[in-house]
């Protein structure tokens, strides 16, 4: 027990992980859970192990071995993963990129009007860049779950401009790495650049692995300690409901409750059956079909002071239009009255 001694502060795994899913493997993983009589399977990272139980799963009717209680902890930066609200260091990750938000702020701050286009990792799953975009006060955060056009490009532009008309010194636009294949983060660079010639410069800064390192947060390491307690919990009730009494006896269940993902959702410890998870996933995108954050982003744009804001389905609704001059100075719109936003 000494030698995982003040592991919850360390950030990484210690123990070891490698992103190969067990399809085309299930012979040799069979004859290992058989040879050390292994009585339970517990899987702890991100998409690939929640693809693995499901896997594993779904080959018990032909390998006896796999029937075995199977349980997924969530544990990814990319929080990606169905059936929980928050995946084992999504917050670290987070807090990483908002003390990196602030510190390339903090690097302009002699510098007058400059916009920063700051991409994040997270792969099609817009969590860390809608949450750290909330969190370091950014202009816009551009994500794959809603879409988005080169009119919409083109109308946050004007808003900075208009911004940086106002007095405002510095804009921060927050991108997420697969949010869409052709405007990427050189291609909005580039547009701001250009666009933004005479009000204000723009810098890019892919942020990439650093918003792996750094030290667990607080809530990181209570969760992690939380989940492994709660993990040893459901292994000793599953053992103990199939009659496993010594390291010697083999349990075998199909029952599809034997087979789970342990999350949090809505502040509660649930167990959802990875059968019932399947539903509720985009293998594709590799991301749940539903996601709480959501509906955080019209305070996105409330934050920002923009005239525009997104709904919780992903559309991007006009409260009010305007055509918008392209002076070196572009006038800043005037708030619109109550009878024209009821109008529109």
């Known amino acids: 027990w000494s ?43 991100g998409f690939e192990a929640f693809q693995a139980g499901i896997q594993l799963y779904e ?3 032909h390998y006896p071995e796999f029937c075995i209680p199977i349980l997924v902890i969530p544990s990814t930066i990319s929080n990606n993963v169905p059936g929980t609200d928050f995946s084992l260091g999504s917050d670290t990750a987070l807090n990483e990129i908002t003390e990196i938000c602030d510190r390339i702020r903090q690097s302009a701050q002699g510098t007058k009007r400059r916009v920063f286009i700051i991409e994040t990792m997270g792969g099609y799953c817009g969590y860390l860049a809608t949450l750290s975009a909330m969190a370091g006060g950014a202009d816009a955060a551009y994500i794959y779950e809603e879409k988005f056009s080169i009119k919409d490009l083109e109308k946050d532009v004007y808003h900075m401009a208009s911004k940086m008309a106002e007095g405002v010194q510095r804009g921060l636009i927050v991108r ?18 250009e666009e933004g010639k005479g009000l204000f410069s723009a810098r890019m800064n892919i942020l990439g ?9 607080p809530f990181d390491r209570n969760m992690g300690i939380k989940f492994a307690v709660e993990a040893s919990g459901w292994f000793e009730t599953q053992l103990q409901n199939l009659g496993i009494k010594s390291s010697k006896d083999v349990p075998h269940t199909v029952a599809k409750e034997s087979a789970c993902l ?10 959802s059956p990875l059968e019932e998870l399947i539903e509720e996933t985009n293998f594709q995108q590799r991301i749940p079909k539903t996601q709480w954050w959501l509906k955080l982003r019209p305070l996105l744009r409330i934050f920002a002071k923009h005239h525009s804001v997104y709904e919780e ?10 055509h918008v001059a392209t002076e070196s100075v572009i006038p800043v719109p005037e708030e619109p009255t109550v009878e024209e936003t009821e109008t529109n």
């Open 3 to 45: 030698d995982v001694g003040g592991w919850v502060g360390i950030g990484g795994a210690i123990l070891g992980t490698k992103r190969a899913l067990p399809i085309g493997k299930f012979d040799k993983i069979a004859a290992r859970l058989k040879e050390y009589n292994i009585q339970g399977l517990l899987l702890i990272g």
């Open 59 to 61: 080959q018990r009717q």
């Open 176 to 193: 997420n790495e697969k949010c869409n294949e052709n405007y990427n983060a050189d291609f909005m660079h580039r547009l701001y650049s």
């Open 209 to 217: 692995h650093m918003q792996q390192g750094g030290r667990a947060s």
């Open 262 to 271: 342990l999350g949090i959702t809505k502040r509660k410890y649930v167990y």
């Open 313 to 322: 389905e992903g559309e991007f609704i006009e409260i009010e239009e305007r």
